[in-house]
Structures are given as structure tokens and as C-alpha cells.
């Protein structure tokens, strides 16, 4: 178990090093780009926030980091991730949400909850 963390700790810091200029880079980009191509570098950092969301939940998993428990809105969350989970679905899906609005904040860490919504 002890050789896991280490790993996982060493991975994520790898990852980390790897993503954070490539974040940096597409949203300097973007400002140079036409409304088009700009959605595109807005995919890369969404979805290198994504990855860097991950890399946090490894080094939480190393004891290395620590989740962040906060008062999360479910549904901010799912309309945040909304683009991002239209653009990774097939186009003979369908997705469709029902939000209501003014539901009490839930204690937990966003980027969890981030990820339990794109597994389903």
C-alpha cells in the first residue's frame, strides 16, 4: 500500500508539472483566437482543470493533498459541466437535464462531485 502512494504521488506531480503550462498556454492562446477556435483552446482548459482535478484527488489519495469540503450548489455544478458533457457523447445521444434552482449547498469537495457527475 505504502509503494501505491508513493507512486501515486509521483504521478501526480509528473501530471502536474505537464499540465500547468499547458493551462497557462491555451488560455493566453485564446485571446488571440477568433469565437470559433477559441471554444476549442476553452475545451483544452477545461479539460486540463479536469486533469488537474484528478492529480489533486491522487495526491489525496498519497496523503500527500487534502480534499477541500465546501458548500457545493449540485446544480451550478451540473450546468458548469454541462458543454463538457454534451461534447463527450455520442450525437445520437441526447442529454438532458432538469436543474432547479435555490436547493440547499451540500458539503463536499466540488471536484468530486465534479467527477461523480461525469462518471454517470
Not at 505537464?18 to 477559441?38: D, N, V
Not at 479536469?50 to 450548489?73: N, T, W
Not at 461534447?87 to 462531485?113: F, M, N, Y
Request: aromatic share 2%.
Amino acid at each position: 500500500m505504502e509503494r501505491l502512494e508513493v507512486l501515486a504521488s509521483g504521478v501526480a506531480h509528473v501530471l502536474n508539472n505537464l499540465l500547468t503550462p499547458m493551462i497557462g498556454c491555451a488560455t493566453m492562446l485564446r485571446e488571440s483566437l477568433c469565437p470559433e477556435k477559441a471554444r476549442m483552446a476553452d475545451v483544452i482548459v477545461e479539460n486540463g482543470n479536469r486533469a488537474a482535478r484528478l492529480v489533486r484527488q491522487l495526491l489525496a489519495y498519497a496523503g500527500k493533498g487534502e480534499f477541500v469540503i465546501s458548500p457545493a450548489d449540485l446544480t451550478d455544478c451540473v450546468r458548469t459541466l454541462g458543454n463538457l458533457l454534451k461534447a463527450s457523447v455520442p450525437e445520437v445521444v441526447h442529454l438532458k437535464t432538469e436543474l432547479r434552482s435555490g436547493l440547499p449547498p451540500v458539503w463536499a469537495d466540488p471536484s468530486q462531485i465534479a467527477q461523480i457527475i461525469i462518471d454517470l
